[in-house]
């Protein structure tokens, strides 16, 4: 005669058995879980407050200090070495004077008082198509200029000014926030020239007023030089400026009735678009860095 089974489980392995997945029912999704590489990518295409990939987190290795100190954007790593030599370089308020040093990102590191950021400095000139806005975010805009320097760099970088959508030419873009402020600011007088095409010849006489100055609705505008690109067709001309308004050319032109058709900026802070097509990059080569940097804080 067969016993009758029990349904309780025969014992602790049985049990298990049969509730495999009992001890995850109640458990929360794991936190802090690392991405992979591709999910990384995908969720940075996917924002459209930048065209690029997040920036590269820094590492907590030490790195030598002449290193950092040219992240910074100052200076060359052999400058660097002759400021610190010459005890200009602090390291958590304490001078430092070994060439050959290494720090740590989360250091502080201080030349002749002023704080320095590590972060790689990075310059990039655009020549800008049409159509597209000088935005960072813009839930409305189709195309912006973010979308022409996507994946260019890993460093997080912003434009400098504003080209409106219909005008082309040279945009400059960094991460360097001094240098923007410097660049975008009246007191610096930074120039820029322009090639303007007109739906009309410009009159002789309305050159020469826009010459001696314009006074507009939010104020007198001064015009450094403007002449004809080509004397048989006056409707193009030349237009050097460094006045950071709104709109100003097409502004300046619509006081005298004229209305601006193609608007190019060819001249920028010593930069022009030598070699570089419509639509594409590049970066700044060291001359051009020191050069935009001896203009504008010298």
């Not at 029990?6 to 014992?11: I, N, R, T, V």
């Not at 999910?39 to 996917?46: D, I, P």
């Not at 690029?52 to 660097?80: F, H, M, V, W």
Request: hydrophobic share 30%; proline share 4%.
């Amino acid at each position: 005669m067969h016993e009758k089974k029990s349904d309780k489980p025969f014992g602790k392995r049985n049990q298990k058995r049969e509730h495999p997945f009992e001890k995850f029912r109640h458990k929360k999704p794991l936190a802090g879980k690392k991405e992979s590489r591709d999910e990384v990518r995908g969720r940075a295409f996917k924002k459209k407050d930048h065209g690029q990939l997040p920036a590269a987190p820094y590492k907590t290795k030490d790195i030598r200090l002449n290193r950092y100190i040219a992240n910074s954007g100052i200076c060359s790593r052999r400058e660097a070495d002759e400021y610190i030599a010459a005890g200009h370089i602090t390291v958590n308020d304490r001078v430092v004077k070994e060439v050959g040093t290494k720090v740590n990102r989360s250091d502080i590191v201080r030349f002749k008082g002023r704080k320095l950021n590590p972060e790689k400095k990075v310059y990039l000139l655009l020549n800008k198509p049409r159509d597209f806005i000088t935005t960072v975010d813009d839930p409305y805009a189709k195309r912006t200029v973010m979308e022409l320097v996507r994946n260019s760099c890993r460093e997080r970088i912003y434009p400098v000014g504003r080209l409106d959508r219909h005008t082309t030419g040279l945009l400059l873009f960094t991460n360097d926030g001094e240098l923007t402020k410097k660049l975008t600011h009246p007191s610096h007088k930074v120039i820029k020239i322009y090639q303007v095409g007109l739906d009309r010849p410009l009159e002789r006489e309305d050159m020469e007023k826009i010459a001696k100055g314009v006074e507009l609705d939010d104020g007198p505008v001064s015009v450094d030089e403007i002449s004809y690109i080509d004397a048989a067709d006056r409707s193009e001309v030349g237009i050097q400026l460094h006045s950071g308004k709104n709109r100003i050319i097409r502004r300046i032109f619509k006081h005298f009735d004229y209305k601006v058709v193609r608007l190019d900026r060819v001249f920028f802070a010593g930069l022009t678009k030598k070699n570089l097509p419509r639509g594409k990059w590049r970066f700044l080569n060291y001359k051009e860095i020191n050069r935009l940097k001896m203009n504008i804080f010298s």
